[in-house]
């Protein structure tokens, strides 16, 4: 789907359950003397250009100048109103975008004095959904060059306020990229954040099948295929948009 050797990294298990700091799949492509693309893989370099790949990345982003990595379990997420200036995100925005392909994702609706109940969204035409997110390699200084994590790399996904069929459930939603785009989005030599800008569209953009699922969900050492079964109907409250 997404031009890529068949010869992947490290082949993940299927996850149900993916949560911050989890290891899943990204596609990304790096200039030419970045470096061997991160621990889990080489490059796999055309004709010229950049290097697409698909990496293992973690979730929750690293920026390079971070000095605690415990700085990634708050930038799992970046609002696309702002990535572009944040310094958090600014720089990833401008050269290292990505793709992170997913069969869905789960949303909360916490209504006032009731617990939360998770809710699955998932294309409503089935297939992949490429949701856009940044990435960053950052190095550990303190291992040696030969270890395994020296090298960390690691990602975020775009937000942005959720369409109205969305909106009654969650006021959030992940950004995605249409596929005649995916080239220019995943391009590190389109450093322009405005024309970066132009290439994303809210998820709810492609159609979703949204459905609640058991608060399994809710513990992440839970995980298997029951995680995205439907459960009876949940009642929500009308959407003021």
Known sequence: MFSIPT???I???PDYNVAPTK???AVLERARGEGSGGPDGPDHAGEEGAVRQLAVVRWGLLPAWAKDPAIASRLINARQETA???PSFRSAYRRRRCLVPVDGYYEWYRPPGRPAQPFYFT???AGIL???GLYEVWR????PDDDPEALRVTMALLTTTATPDVAGIHDRMPMTVPPEHWAAWLDPALTDPEGATQLLHPAGAVGLAIHPVSTRVNA????GPELITPIPAVDLPQSDH
């Open 7 to 9: 010869d992947a990294p």
């Open 11 to 13: 082949q993940l298990s």
């Open 23 to 25: 290891r899943t799949y």
């Open 84 to 86: 572009a200036s944040k």
């Open 123 to 125: 294309p409503a035409a």
């Open 130 to 132: 490429p949701l856009a």
């Open 140 to 143: 550990d200084r303190s291992l």
């Open 220 to 223: 992440v050492r839970n995980n």
